[in-house]
């Protein structure tokens, strides 16, 4: 297969920060796009996978699955996409199309499991698939999302991950009018919840254990914030929400929060802590509750998530930096220093 080779930043041991390298891609096949990436957003699970926190990374890496760019090149059978347009690139670039998930539409369940834009086996080149912290990206035209024109581009790069993971959980659970939703924890994923869930028609509680964030909550659009070291203010919501989503990165106990559900109501984790939760049997038993977990979402329902927020004028809250601070700014989102999302501004990478 042909190929060529292009800039990127990734690194080749955990303990090694990232530096420039260069890595291949494939020349476009008839069914591929090649995008110059424009901005590409910093996600928590790319911290998890160059620190290799679950134990599954696949040394050299090269993260990044928030891709905006602008397509530079299409194959001969490519029919929804022309040189110039504005794309977007998310979490999936591959699967298998044919088994009941795919069918379904909810490609990140495949059977036969689903390649992810960085960290997984590259079925065309071997070895493994490098990310958007790169110069360009090819792929197959099915997995590559049509971006709608936002005023602020950069802005809008986080949603292609963390957009779809609290919007696909938000919907499935009928998040609307007359529902009482919380939002646990106020970070890249959360502030993007509290948009959306409000965009929907929801009440928004929102649960941090900031309290500076309690103020800031109030700005991104929730009709309530809650202190929740704060057991007299967390005991006026027993029983009183229809739904939580679950942001939170870290151990945490989720039993607090399962007791403050309607009956019927769920807690939903779109966070990825690195250590098991222990959930109290009663506090599911009591009011048939549930503890249920979301993961991204499939394509469809992400260019259907990118026309909801831009149909209503969400984007993240983002700092943007050179792809030279990139180490810096990993160091500052293991410590929570970022409000509320760092997206690279890939032309540094000619710099």
Known sequence: MEIKQIKAYGTAPAEQPLAEMNINRRVVKPNDVEMEILFCGICHSDLHQIKNDFGGTMFPIVPGHEILGRITAVGDHVKDFKVGDLAGIGCIVYSCGHCEYCEDGIEQFCDDGVTFSFNSLDHDLGGTTFGGFSKAYVCNEKYVLRMPSFENLAAAAPLLCAGITVYSPLKHWQA???????????????????????????????????????????????????????SEQMAKYNRKLHFILDTVSAKHDVNTYLNLLRHDGSVVLVGLPPEPLEIGAFNVVMGRRSFAGSNIGGIAETQEMLDFCFKHNITAESEIINIQEVNTAFGRLAKGDVKYRFVIDMASLEN
């Open 176 to 230: 609307g009018l007359g529902k009482k939703v919380g939002v646990l924890g106020i970070g890249g994923l959360g502030h993007l919840a509290i948009k959306i869930a409000k965009a929907m028609g929801a009440e928004v509680v929102v649960f941090t254990t900031s309290s500076e964030k309690v103020a800031d909550a109030k700005r991104l659009g929730a009709d309530e914030a809650v202190l929740s070291a704060d």
